[in-house]
């Protein structure tokens, strides 16, 4: 596959990630949810996988939440009904919704991916998994070179959602030494999560 864009963790549909898509570039949609996975709808020149992305290869524990969220990483359970607004309904976490279903799904690293696929150029990678993206944006290893562009989400709470989760500073002192800059910020989720999105600026040494 000589060019894509990758979605990691993609929604209900992939809408967001599909806008930015140019002729027939083909879309990589990982979605670990098997629920969620079933009502991704895909073009016939993209692909769907019900992957996790991982630091390791493997399988993993996999936390199921309320309707649309669930992560790798467990939530601050017993805090959020008393700091975090419910992106849904608008309220104060209620603590039941936010305590893990735990099921086992298969993950791998983006950088086994991309060589699994032969992938040699990545315009695009969107990443929303829920407080673990740093830890996705790792698993690319040597392969971050051929990516162009990303999105990643960090939580901007004063305290945490998803216990070890990552961080902004972490992600923007990674990033920027690997030749990326930050070009945009978007808050959501009631200011409590903010998405990052880096462009390339010059190739990494």
Known sequence: MENCIIDVGADTNGSETKKMRRGNTPIIFLEPNLKAFSR???????????MA???ENGVVEFNLY???THSILETNVDRLPHFYIDGYSGNLAVREAWVPRKTIVPCIRLDTLINQ??????EFLKIDTQGYD??????????????????????ITAEEVYLNSSKKSEIMEYMTARGFKLAA??????????NLFFIRERRSA
């Open 134 to 155: 740093f830890e996705v944006i790792k698993s690319l290893g040597d392969k971050i070179g051929i990516v162009d562009s990303l999105v990643c989400e960090v939580q």
């Open 53 to 55: 992305i991982h630091k």
């Open 40 to 50: 991704l709808q895909i073009e016939p020149y993209d692909m769907k996988l019900p």
């Open 66 to 68: 309320q309707e649309g």
């Open 117 to 122: 696929l032969g992938i040699k150029h990545v």
């Open 185 to 194: 910020t978007q808050k959501q989720t009631f200011d409590q999560e903010e």
